[in-house]
């Protein structure tokens, strides 16, 4: 199957939990435009549990999480869609919950395009007082960063 010349050539995923009842999720979406001309696209992401396939946020549940704009001739532009969802399963040594985010560029007539996917965890990692925290949690082999 011949790629379209509209397609996404990346796909980049960064969470932030709060480690309480929710994560922020930024979308980055390059999109590349190899036909001669701008195009009108609208590019859509959706967030589905790895484990189960079911869909778990998307456009239905945040608006921005889909976005209509013009793309130039002969170029590559990174987008970002930025949401909140609630309730995440975070990555963890002991449970691995894995998210799959697919993301999918549209025409002007709404003829899917292309479309690509990632897979990713939701975790907070940190260095604190010379300690691994994976998170807010301790590592519990007591790991201890020691600098130089």
Known sequence: MATNKIFVQNLRIVSV?????????????????????????????WVYDEA???LVWGPVDDSNLQSTLTISRDSSQEFSLATTMPHPKLWHFDHPNLYRVVSEIYDGKGTLL?????????????????????NDEADKASWYYAPC
């Open 114 to 134: 292309h479309k690509k996917e990632d897979t990713f965890g939701i975790r907070k990692v940190e260095l604190k007082e010379g300690k691994f925290y994976l």
């Open 52 to 54: 189960t396939g079911e």
């Open 17 to 45: 939990p709060d480690l309480v009842d929710s994560a922020d999720l930024d979308v980055k979406v390059t999109v590349n435009n190899t036909s001669p001309s701008r195009a009108e696209i609208t590019i859509k992401a």
